[in-house]
């Protein structure tokens, strides 16, 4: 056994070189708009390295701009008053929920089922936890805007060249639980477009592309944590460097289209059937 140890941890050395390691930064409670950069720059500039990645709460980047309302100065439309009646959720609540979407497909109690940006939300992103009563978080303004001004202004103020990634979390169609998803990114590839490679028996992928930026916030999730953790920032190193690159996503490009995407063109597949008695229509 001892004979086989100078290989055993010439092992170990080639294998935290292809090591991911993630360090959570717990920070204060922030209740009301404060200055993004500044908070940053006094968390991480002692450990921030060039080639890190920030994988930061969304919510987080919310609060900081005032991307949150105080739902008793909401106005409800009749609209949102039959939503609220409908799928059993405040009057209030379902108009934020409606003023946020781009589209409503439909919903049970307490929830809606919302695309934004080519995205499913629940919700529409509209999220009552981890702020004060009365109050609802939205999403930032311009979630991908905010990733690369965090990103310039990490370099501008700590000299190091990193990758941002705006992290929410999200339910999974027919699974418990959340998982992490992007918002944004910047500074590095978000998508990995896997097309026209070979897998391990030579067959050529013909539809994968790998989200690397969903994979780092699920990543991170476990850290973050979903109730009074208190970490909204995760540093990720070791990322490989070739996934780093000057790239810009924001929502609209981590999304898809209801006809491209598996889920929504079964299922409205199915409801045309049901309504064209049996015959297949494509969406």
């Not at 202004?153 to 990758?163: A, S, Y």
């Amino acid at each position: 056994m001892l004979k086989d140890l100078p290989i055993l941890i010439y092992k170990m050395r080639i294998a935290s070189k292809n090591m991911l390691q993630l360090l959570p930064i717990k920070t204060r409670r922030f209740d009301s708009p404060f200055d993004i950069f500044d908070v940053l720059e006094s968390y991480l500039k002692d450990v921030l390295m060039s080639g890190d990645v920030i994988v930061l709460s969304s919510k987080f980047v919310s609060l900081s701009e005032g991307s949150f309302l105080d739902l008793s100065r909401v106005r409800p439309s009749p609209e949102s008053k039959e939503l609220s009646k409908k799928f059993n959720l405040d009057r209030e609540f379902a108009e934020v929920i409606q003023r946020e979407s781009d589209d409503i497909i439909s919903g049970v109690s307490g929830f809606l089922l919302c695309v934004k940006s080519n995205m499913l939300c629940p919700n529409a992103g509209v999220d009552k936890s981890n702020i004060q009563k009365g109050r609802v978080v939205i999403y930032p303004r311009d979630p991908g805007e905010a990733a690369l001004l965090i990103r310039d202004e990490m370099k501008f103020r700590l000299g190091v060249d990193v990758g941002v990634v705006l992290s929410d979390s999200r339910l999974m169609p027919m699974r418990k639980g959340t998982i992490g998803v992007a918002l944004a990114s910047a500074g590095l590839e978000g998508l990995v477009d896997m097309r026209g490679r070979k897998d391990l028996f030579g067959k050529v992928l013909r539809v994968t592309v790998q989200s690397l930026a969903d994979d780092l916030c699920s990543a991170a999730q476990p850290l973050m944590g979903e109730s009074n953790e208190a970490v909204p920032i995760v540093l990720v190193r070791g990322l490989n460097k070739s996934f780093l690159s000057h790239s810009l996503y924001n929502m609209e490009d981590f999304g898809i289209s209801r006809n491209q995407c598996v889920y929504m063109r079964s299922f409205f597949g199915v409801f045309l059937r049901e309504q064209k008695k049996g015959d297949w229509h494509d969406v």
